[in-house]
T-cell receptor
Framework: AQTVTQSQPEMSVQEAETVTLSCTYD???????LFWYKQPPSRQMILVIR??????QNATENRFSVNFQKAAKSFSLKISDSQLGDTAMYFC???????????FGTGTSLTVIP | GAVVSQHPSRVICKSGTSVKIECRSL??????MFWYRQFPKQSLMLMAT?????????EQGVEKDKFLINHASLTLSTLTVTSAHPEDSSFYIC???????????????FGPGTRLTVL
């Protein structure tokens, strides 16, 4: 079974600053994907970034980057130059390669302070 | 990106009635769709996997006779909450897996969710 843990229920950051959200996971799978999803107040789930476990290079998408440590089973999300629109719930998720099912963490509520 | 719609976005019903929620993939075909339930300030919990042309696969603890799922076409899955009760009040989200036909990654796209309130 797969588990995903987000140990920070709530976080805040000043606008234009950088914030890092933590995520750890547990799995016996060797091939899998990791994701960060954003859920703003509208409740629409939005894919922020995806990492393939077999790739050593950390994924980046504009202001969003990850620190993927496979041995430590850690997958943190760094948001640079935080913007007010980044205020949302952020979910870390796992999916085994070839699978269908997401395993979501409990989420981190991020507030960007103007 | 691909678009998934849900209808209705909000529904209020009386206890004992049934409610149908639709999930549509607007610009792609989805052999597989998924239904999630999300309580306030909690994560998404997978309820069932909906497969086009076959029976849905339910997660442990989800009553298949209460949450009826039909996936009659490659672009439409429906979730019917039968004999709804106040404890069924929740936010229901669907996702649709895009059939890319290649590789191991078929991206899933989420609908905007449906808020169900049972009085």
């Amino acid at each position: 079974a797969q588990t995903v843990t987000q140990s920070q229920p709530e976080m805040s950051v000043q606008e234009a600053e950088t914030v890092t959200l933590s995520c750890t996971y547990d799995t016996s799978e060797s091939n899998y994907y990791l994701f960060w999803y954003k859920q703003p107040p509208s409740r629409q789930m939005i894919l922020v970034i995806r990492q393939e476990a077999y790739k050593q290079q950390n994924a980046t998408e504009n202001r969003f980057s990850v620190n993927f440590q496979k041995a430590a089973k850690s997958f943190s999300l760094k948001i640079s130059d935080s913007q007010l629109g980044d205020t949302a719930m952020y979910f870390c998720a796992f999916m085994k390669r070839g699978g269908n099912q997401f395993y979501f963490g409990t989420g981190t509520s991020l507030t960007v302070i103007p | 990106g691909a678009v998934v719609s849900q209808h209705p976005s909000r529904v209020i019903c009386k206890s004992g009635t049934s409610v149908k929620i639709e999930c549509r993939s607007l610009d792609f075909q989805a052999t597989t769709m998924f239904w999630y339930r999300q309580f306030p300030k909690q994560s998404l919990m997978l309820m069932a996997t909906s497969n086009e042309g076959s029976k849905a696969t339910y997660e442990q603890g989800v009553e298949k006779d209460k949450f009826l799922i039909n996936h009659a076409s490659l672009t439409l899955s429906t979730l019917t909450v039968t004999s709804a009760h106040p404890e069924d009040s929740s936010f229901y989200i669907c996702s649709a897996r895009k059939n890319s036909g290649t590789g191991f990654w078929n991206e899933q796209f989420f609908g905007p969710g449906t808020r169900l309130t049972v009085l």
